[in-house]
């Protein structure tokens, strides 16, 4: 499986936008993005003129990175939502957001959704009771996301109030912070995903 190594702050300076890739860092003076405003690179002060492909291509590239995926399973989720009824933008933000990893970071269970991602590899998340270590899985209303009992006592979760950050709870979802439990209550609606993103250009880019 490809993945990437890089600094994570580079990714953030590209897009211009902080993709909250490294948890708290992300909220405070630190972040990349704010002490640097510029892409990265050797040419990144220089003005260009960037046309409608180009627009494109970033909000295509500034979606795979918020989401940590890659480019042959973001085509996937892509061909996925153009199958689906509806409209094809909003298709694709709730297949990406009803992933276990993003469910456990939209809870505030995990910093950053590589956190999670990891985590949830490393069996530390039971799904409707059972132990789960695919990221991937489509999580759907009803369903309910706990720490593992052999888990919560483990150095990351003893404190997981201050995963939030500058975050909230989404509405579609519920925490039950004391117990590290959460629950999806519906599939989330357009106007309830706070992601920085204008699908239909992505849309418009695989549609070329």
Not at 44 to 61: D, F, H
Not at 73 to 81: C, G, K, V
Not at 95 to 119: F, H, I, K, M, Q
């Amino acid at each position: 499986m490809a993945v990437y190594t890089g600094p994570k702050c580079r990714l953030c300076r590209r897009e211009g936008v902080r993709l909250f890739l490294k948890g708290d860092r992300c909220y405070s003076v630190k972040c990349g993005v704010e002490k640097r405003k510029f892409p990265p690179g050797q040419h990144g002060q220089a003005q260009r003129k960037v046309e409608e492909y180009g627009l494109q291509l970033r909000e295509k590239q500034k979606l795979k990175r918020i989401y940590w995926i890659m480019e042959r399973p973001f085509r996937n989720y892509y061909d996925e939502a153009v199958r689906r009824k509806g409209r094809t933008g909003e298709n694709l933000l709730r297949l990406l957001e009803t992933r276990l990893d993003n469910v456990v970071y939209r809870l505030g269970l995990a910093p950053n959704r590589r956190s999670a991602r990891l985590w949830v590899c490393h069996g530390h998340f039971v799904l409707n009771g059972k132990k789960v270590t695919i990221p991937s899985i489509q999580v759907r209303p009803g369903d309910t996301i706990e720490v593992r009992e052999r888990s919560k006592t483990n150095a990351p979760f003893l404190n997981v109030g201050r995963y939030a950050g500058g975050r909230r709870v989404p509405e579609w979802l519920d925490l039950d912070a004391q117990n590290l439990r959460g629950r999806m209550l519906t599939l989330p609606k357009r106007d309830q995903v706070d992601t920085d993103v204008h699908e239909q250009l992505i849309v418009e880019f695989y549609s070329r």
